[in-house]
C-alpha cells in the first residue's frame, strides 16, 4: 500500500457459489465507516431474509486497519476469519464483504465453511473493480471575497473538492484535499493571502 494512496472497491462486487447444496452469496462493497458497514449488511439481510447465515468481515481505516469479522451462528472461526484474510490478502482497506449461506442439507465441516466462505469472497472481490483512492484530509476555512476564487481555483488544480460553502461576510468553505498536496495548496493560499489565513484541518479521511 502506497503512503498516500489505499486500495478499495470502487463498486460492489457479487459472487455466488454451490456446495454440496449449500448456496454461498458473497457482496464486497466500499465502507468507509462503521455506520457504511452496517448498511451494508442490513441490505443484504434483506435481500436474503430467509438465509440460514450472513457471515462477514470488514476493514476500516489507515494505516492499521480495524478488522473485525462475524461468524454469524457459524463454527467459531470457520466464516468470518476466511472472509477478513481474503480482504487482508488484497491489501484492501475501507472495504466489507458480506456472505450469505443458505444450508443445502449437508454439514460441510470447518474445513469446509472454511474454504468455501474464501472462495466466494474471492470471487466477489474479482468481481468489485478495485482501485487505488488518494488518502485525503478535510479542512475548514474562512476566506474574504478578494481571494475565494484564487483558493478555488488552486484547490480544483490539486486535487481537491469543496464539501460545503457559506457565503456571509466572507467565505467558508469545507474542503477535501489529498494529503500528499497539502502542502502545495498552503504555500498557495500563504501567498494569496499574504500569510494572513490558514485553514483548520478537521480530519483525516480516507
Given amino acids: 500500500m502506497e503512503d498516500d494512496f489505499y486500495k478499495t472497491a470502487a463498486k460492489s462486487g457479487v459472487a455466488e457459489l454451490t456446495d454440496r447444496k449449500s448456496r454461498f452469496i458473497a457482496a464486497v462493497g466500499f465502507a468507509a465507516s462503521r455506520p457504511d458497514f452496517t448498511a451494508l449488511l442490513e441490505r443484504e439481510k434483506k435481500k436474503y431474509p430467509d438465509a440460514t447465515h450472513h457471515c462477514w468481515a470488514f476493514r476500516i481505516g489507515f494505516p492499521q486497519p480495524e478488522e473485525l469479522s462475524g461468524d454469524d451462528g457459524e463454527p467459531s472461526g470457520s466464516a468470518g476469519l476466511p472472509i477478513l484474510r481474503v480482504l487482508t490478502g488484497a491489501d484492501l482497506t475501507n472495504v466489507a464483504c458480506i456472505v450469505t449461506r443458505y444450508f443445502g442439507g449437508t454439514k ?79 504555500e498557495t493560499l500563504a501567498n494569496i493571502s499574504k500569510g494572513k489565513v490558514k485553514a483548520k484541518r478537521i480530519k483525516k479521511n480516507i
Avoid: C, W
Fill in 108 to 186: 460441510l465441516g470447518v474445513g469446509g465453511l472454511m474454504r468455501a466462505y474464501s472462495q466466494a469472497a474471492s470471487a466477489a472481490v474479482q468481481n468489485a473493480a478495485i482501485i487505488e483512492r488518494p488518502i485525503t484530509e478535510r479542512f475548514r476555512i474562512a476566506l474574504p471575497y478578494d481571494i475565494h476564487s484564487d483558493f478555488e481555483r488552486a484547490l480544483k488544480k490539486n486535487g481537491g473538492k469543496i464539501l460545503e460553502a457559506e457565503y456571509e461576510s466572507e467565505v467558508r468553505i469545507i474542503y477535501e484535499l489529498p494529503t500528499r498536496e497539502i502542502e502545495s495548496l498552503e
